[in-house]
Nanobody
Framework: QVQLVESGGGLVQAGDSLRLSCAAS????????MGWFRQAPGKEREFVAT????????YYADSVKGRFTISRDNAKNTVYLQMNSLKFEDTAVYYC??????????????????WGQGTQVSVSS
């Protein structure tokens, strides 16, 4: 089992940058693929980015490709989401999630068993 705590959200202007962090408890963090998802007001939660257990494989939603970068530091049990050139439409609650596997890196949120509480990102236009 793993517990996840996100941080780094806030209110920024369009064009600014933010870095989200997700700290995981437990000694088996490196056995999990990690993902970031987001939910905007009135919308379904959607995929943002995922990263394999060792960081070798990353996947991004088309809407964030080229602007967001997912990374991880297994020594610190932390996954990051660097968000550049933020847009108003990036406004959402951002969640990190963990999937127990060194073989797969799902983009389907329903495959992720462990979730953080979320951190709010608000971008003013």
């Amino acid at each position: 089992q793993v517990q996840l705590v996100e941080s780094g959200g806030g209110l920024v202007q369009a064009g600014d940058s933010l870095r989200l962090s997700c700290a995981a408890s437990g000694r088996t963090f490196s056995s999990y693929a990690m993902g970031w998802f987001r939910q905007a007001p009135g919308k379904e939660r959607e995929f943002v980015a995922t990263i394999s257990w060792n960081g070798d494989n990353t996947y991004y939603a088309d809407s964030v490709k080229g602007r967001f970068t997912i990374s991880r530091d297994n020594a610190k049990n932390t996954v990051y989401l660097q968000m550049n050139s933020l847009k108003f439409e990036d406004t959402a609650v951002y969640y990190c999630a963990a999937y127990w596997s060194r073989l797969r890196t799902p983009i389907n949120q329903y495959e992720y068993r462990y979730w953080g509480q979320g951190t709010q990102v608000s971008v003013s236009s």
